[in-house]
C-alpha cells in the first residue's frame, strides 16, 4: 500500500512554491532577529527554517540581537544602561555585560545549527556557521552633553570577508558589536548592523524578525509600503514603539541603498519566514522602491499569464474563447493588474472612434483577488484612457455579469446602440446582453 500525505493540500502547496524555490536559489538574505527571538522557546523551529533555506541554496547572513540578555547580565551586577533619546549610553560595565551576552548567544546559535539528530529536521544539514570582526565601528561621541561612551555607530562592512564566507557556503553569523582600528569593542543596534549589512553586500532581501505586525491605525496588517510611504507613516503616527519605528526607518533606508526588498515580519509567527518567502502574498510587511504592484499595459511576454487567468471562464462559458494567436495579435489592447510578477487581473479596450464609442472586454480577476477592488480599479483605468481618446461611451457584452456593470453606472440598452462593425460580429448564439456607461 502506498503512503497517503498526511496534511491535506501538502502537494498543491509544495508544487505552488516551486517558482520562489527557484527564484530564491543562490541569492542573498540577510536575516536580522532580536535576542528576544534567541530565547524563545519556539527558536529550534525558526532555526529549523534557515536551515531549509540553506538548504534550498539561498546565502544567508544572520544578525542577531540581545538585548534581553544584556539586561539580565545587568541585573546581576547590579548595574544600569540608561537610555537618552533612543540610545543607550554603554559604559564600562555595560560594555562587559554586552560583550558576555553577545558571545552567549553566539553559541547558542552555533549549538543550534550543529544538531544531526536522524530524527530531526536537522538531519544532515551539515550547517557551517562562521562569525568574525566584519563590521568596523566608530563611537557616537557626545551627542547634546551626553557621553555615550562605548555605544557606536557602524562605519564599515567587511563585504569581501562575509562574501569568502559565503562562498565556502557557510552562513554568516553577525552580532550586535562592532570594532576599531585600535582594537576598541562598540555596542551596536542590531537592526542598524543589518541595514548596513545588507546594503554592503548588495543583498537580495533584508528581512526582520520583529515583535510586532506593521499595521494600520485600526489594526490591520499593512502588506506592503514605498520608502515614501514609510516616511509619512513615521511622521504621522509619532507613539509607534522605539523598535518598530527603528526599523521601518532602516527598511526605507536599505530600499533608497539598494536592497530591493525588505520584509518584517512577526516572528510569533510558527513558519512565518516560509509562509512569507514561498507564497505570493506572504504574510508580513513588504518594503520595496519598485511597485509591488501595479496597473500596465501587457506585453507579449505576458500571454501566457493571461491565457492562464481566463481559462477558466472561458471554459465556464463567462468569456468568449481566445486562442493564443489572436491573443498575441491583441495584447497592445490589454491592461493588467500585476502583482509581484504574477497577473492577477486583466481587462481589454477596443475603441471605434467612428462612434465615439469603446468596448470593455475580458476583463477578468483572479479567484484569489476578487472583492479587494482590482476590477474596480481596471475598470477606472480604462475609463481613463477611452476619454483620452476622445471617447465618449464605454460599453460591454456580457452573458454572467450583468448586475457588476450595472452597479458601476452601465445601462442596457439595444443591440442597435453598438456601432455597425461591432454588431456585425455580434455572437447570436452566445446571446450576450448589451450594457453602455456615458464617459
Same mark, same amino acid.
Given at each position: ?70 539586561? &539580565?547580565?545587568?541585573? !546581576?551586577?547590579? +548595574? %544600569?544602561? =540608561? ?5 543607550? @549610553?554603554?559604559? /564600562? ?90 582594537? &576598541?569593542?562598540?555596542? !551596536?543596534?542590531? +537592526? %542598524?548592523? =543589518? ?5 554592503? @553586500?548588495?543583498? /537580495? ?235
Amino acid at each position: 500500500m502506498k503512503n497517503k500525505v498526511d496534511k491535506p493540500g501538502f502537494v498543491d502547496w509544495f508544487r505552488a512554491s516551486s517558482p520562489y524555490i527557484h527564484a530564491h536559489r543562490g541569492r542573498t538574505f540577510v536575516l536580522a532577529l532580536g535576542g528576544e527571538a534567541v530565547e524563545s522557546a519556539d527558536f529550534p523551529n525558526l532555526v529549523h527554517d534557515i536551515a531549509l533555506l540553506h538548504g534550498l541554496g539561498i546565502r544567508l547572513v544572520l544578525v542577531h540581537g540581545a538585548r534581553p540578555q544584556i539586561e &539580565e547580565r545587568l541585573k !546581576l551586577r547590579n +548595574a %544600569d544602561m =540608561a537610555v537618552v533619546n533612543g540610545l543607550r @549610553i554603554t559604559d /564600562d560595565d555595560a560594555l562587559a555585560c554586552v560583550m558576555e551576552a553577545a558571545g552567549a548567544v553566539r553559541v547558542q546559535i552555533e549549538a543550534l545549527f550543529s544538531q544531526g539528530l536522524s530524527n530531526s529536521p536537522m538531519a544532515g544539514a551539515c550547517i557551517r556557521v562562521a562569525s568574525g570582526n566584519f563590521v568596523t565601528a566608530r563611537p557616537l561621541g557626545v551627542i547634546d552633553g551626553i557621553d555615550y561612551h562605548h555605544t557606536g555607530e557602524v562605519r564599515r562592512i567587511d563585504s569581501e570577508g562575509i562574501a569568502q564566507r559565503l562562498d565556502a557556503g557557510a552562513i554568516a553569523l553577525i552580532p550586535p558589536l562592532g570594532y576599531s582600528p585600535t582594537g &576598541e569593542v562598540f555596542n !551596536l543596534n542590531a +537592526a %542598524d548592523v =543589518a541595514q548596513a549589512v545588507a546594503m554592503a @553586500i548588495g543583498a /537580495d532581501k533584508l528581512i526582520f524578525l520583529a515583535e510586532q505586525r506593521v499595521t494600520d491605525s485600526r489594526g490591520r496588517l499593512i502588506d506592503n509600503m514605498s520608502p515614501g510611504e514609510v516616511d509619512e507613516m513615521l511622521a504621522r503616527r509619532r507613539k509607534l514603539p522605539e523598535q518598530q519605528a527603528r526599523l521601518l526607518r532602516d527598511a526605507a533606508a536599505a530600499c533608497r541603498g539598494g536592497v530591493k526588498r525588505v520584509h518584517l515580519l512577526d516572528r510569533h509567527q510558527d513558519g512565518v519566514l516560509l509562509s512569507e518567502l514561498f507564497t505570493r502574498d506572504g504574510v508580513g510587511t513588504l518594503v520595496t522602491a519598485g511597485p509591488y504592484q501595479r496597473i500596465r499595459t501587457a506585453g507579449i511576454d505576458d500571454v501566457g499569464g493571461i491565457l492562464e487567468l481566463i481559462a477558466p471562464l472561458e471554459q465556464a462559458g463567462v468569456l468568449v474563447q481566445r486562442p493564443r494567436e489572436l491573443l498575441e495579435n491583441e495584447i497592445d489592447r490589454f491592461t493588467l493588474v500585476e502583482r509581484d510578477g504574477a497577473v492577477i487581473a486583466c481587462a481589454a479596450l477596443y475603441p471605434f472612434p467612428d462612434a465615439g464609442m469603446a468596448e470593455l472586454a475580458c476583463l477578468a480577476v483572479s479567484p484569489d483577488y476578487r472583492g479587494q477592488g482590482h476590477g474596480d480599479a481596471l475598470l477606472e483605468h480604462l475609463e481613463q484612457q477611452a476619454r483620452q481618446q476622445g471617447l465618449s461611451r464605454l460599453f460591454v457584452l456580457t452573458t454572467r455579469t450583468a448586475h457588476w456593470f450595472r452597479e458601476r453606472g452601465f445601462e442596457p440598452a439595444d443591440l442597435k446602440a453598438l456601432p455597425n462593425q461591432r454588431r456585425d460580429l455580434y455572437n447570436w448564439q452566445r446571446g450576450s446582453k448589451v450594457f453602455i456607461k456615458p464617459l
